[in-house]
């Protein structure tokens, strides 16, 4: 009972200044006896269950499932509740070769999942996937039925040479992927395009009509050279409007009408589509970069604003009018741009980094604040007004989550955190749930320290899963909007009733509350000011209540 109360005056509590949270939780994930494991993607669910995606090897268990591998390495799915702490399904996918997901994304209780596979033939369910090339590209829909779940279609990408999804948004029904392809011609279901060049980057919408997946369209861009490398890397939605981010190679690529100049090996680019219903085309496209080698790796979108962070290796890069100098081999770098409907314009670029290799892999973005996750092989790796200082020897690297908040025409670093041990570590995903921040990714050395908590790996040197958590209660203000934090829930804990005060000017909305699995136990209607919630024969445990613009923890007893 302590505890959860504890967690209640956490959530809800305001920051007074801006410190470093502490590691809250880490656990290791999908631990095989003879074979490692890695958690490529996360993504959280309206009522805080965690969904995980990665790869494993042999044989492991996750809750009361035990998943065997059809063959080298494959794709585990599971569902994750941070109440019980416990696995509470997992699901299996894969054939005889590697296979990889890329992402996972919810909406409701559907489950999408995104990757590649090298196998011959790939399983997922009862939909068996033939190889066409030497890989291709999948996206997949699990249903969520509570305690249990099942694959319900798969659709797949496939090229005369490679294919790969690497992202995932979703927005009601439609599924948007991106990816790259190459050879000559690609495959989106009865779609095919012929390539510009050697690997094309595409951005593809999908129909989700329950029980069956199609695509609908899909543009493609890059560069025409037969060497050319072009991929999208990640993906966000805002309404009609669909954003991805990634790399090109060559001289220059082409985003439809859009023709963008490269300025070394290898520049980052960010892009707008409009999706029409039918069709997709591209509205605006911006590079960023210099000589050497630069790349997006993730993106998120806040109304006009779009957040890009990736990896430079130029000696100095530019995005827009804005140049960074580059401190070591590979920095991370982290940039926002205004999207004024018909062009999109840098305002603000940061980068953190040493003198060695440091990689950011994945951005989740709660209001003005944005959350980095990646991993960093240098001595010190410096985020602002935080230094890190890696904890193995040289070549090795550390987990590291850091945080900025957007100023409005400047972003600044608030703090970093950092995990590991004497080998290498890294994180593959961040993502958000109430005040919580969830890292996911792999460890190899024989103990990672996350602060205070430690995780042994059974078998050092081979990379493992891991999923942990901190705590950031700034983010609780922030999210939750004006209502939500001026909102008074009382008693709580509460018995057969409890009572619901909104602040003057709250619109009136209906209120429902799930249980900790996330199903809906109680509907109210919509309260004007007060509402007097019957609690009566629900049974004892954490419950959450939700309504526009409100979200609150309840405990019954």
Not at 75 to 82: E, Q, S, T
Not at 232 to 237: H, R
Not at 482 to 493: F, R
């Amino acid at each position: 009972m302590t505890g959860l109360l504890a967690l209640f005056f956490l959530v809800f509590r305001l920051p007074t200044a801006a410190q470093t949270p502490t590691w809250q939780s880490a656990q290791a994930v999908a631990v095989a006896t003879r074979a490692g494991s890695s958690v490529t993607a996360i993504t959280v669910d309206a009522v805080g269950n965690v969904y995980l995606a990665g790869v494993f090897a042999t044989t492991v268990t996750l809750g009361t499932t035990t998943l065997t591998s059809f063959g080298s390495e494959d794709i585990f799915v599971a569902k994750f509740n941070p109440t019980s702490n416990q696995f509470v399904w997992a699901q299996s996918a894969g054939g005889m070769a590697l296979d990889q997901p890329n992402d996972i994304v919810v909406s409701g209780n559907s489950v999408y999942v995104a990757g590649i596979f090298y196998s011959t033939t790939a399983r997922f369910g009862a939909v068996t996937l033939p190889l066409t090339g030497t890989s291709g590209g999948f996206i997949a829909k699990l249903t969520d039925a509570g305690n249990t779940s099942s694959f319900t279609w798969v659709q797949q990408t496939s090229a005369s040479f490679t294919s790969l999804v690497v992202a995932l948004a979703v927005s009601g029904s439609s599924v948007y992927a991106t990816g790259s392809s190459g050879g000559v011609s690609a495959s989106f279901g009865a779609i095919t395009l012929t390539s510009a060049g050697g690997s094309d980057l595409f951005v593809a919408k999908l129909t989700d009509a329950g029980s069956t997946g199609s695509f609908v369209w899909v543009q493609q861009a890059g560069g025409a050279g037969s060497l050319n490398l072009d991929q999208g890397n990640a993906l966000a939605v805002s309404g009609s409007n669909v954003y991805v981010s990634g790399s090109f190679s060559g001289a220059s690529a082409s985003f439809g009408p859009i023709t963008l100049a490269s300025a070394g090996q290898y520049d980052a680019f960010v892009a707008k589509l409009t999706d029409a219903g039918s069709a997709g085309s591209f509205v605006w496209a911006q590079r960023a970069g210099g000589a050497g080698l630069d790349e997006a790796k993730a993106l998120a979108v806040s109304g006009s604003n779009v957040y890009v962070s990736g990896t430079l290796a130029s000696a100095t890069a530019t995005f827009g009018a804005i140049t960074l100098n580059n401190a070591g081999s590979n920095d991370v770098f982290v940039a926002k741009l205004t999207d004024a409907g018909s062009a999109g314009n840098f305002v603000w670029a940061q980068q953190a980094g040493g003198t060695g290799d440091d990689y950011t892999q994945s951005l989740a973005i709660s209001g003005s604040s944005l959350y980095l996750a990646g991993y960093c092989a240098s001595p010190t790796i410096s985020f602002g007004p935080t230094t890190l200082t890696n904890r193995g020897s040289s070549g090795t690297s550390d987990v590291f989550v850091a945080k900025l908040t957007d100023t409005g025409s400047t972003g600044d670093f608030v703090w970093a955190q950092q995990a590991g041990g004497a080998g290498s570590e890294g994180a593959s995903a961040v993502a958000l749930s109430g005040a919580t921040v969830y890292i996911t990714g792999s460890f190899g050395s024989a103990t990672a320290s996350f602060g205070p908590l430690t995780l042994t790996n059974p078998i050092p040197n081979i990379q493992v899963g891991f999923l942990a958590s901190l705590s950031d209660a700034s983010i609780t203000a922030t999210a939750a909007g004006q209502a939500s934090a001026l909102s008074v829930l009382y008693p709580n804990p509460a018995h057969q009733t409890a009572t619901l005060h909104l602040p003057a000017g709250s619109k009136p909305t209906s209120l429902t509350l799930f249980d900790a699995q996330g199903r809906s136990m109680r509907r109210y209607p919509a309260p004007a000011a007060e509402a007097s919630l019957d609690l009566r024969g629900l049974p004892a445990g954490l419950y959450l209540l939700r309504g526009s613009g409100l979200l609150q923890r309840l405990l019954v007893e």
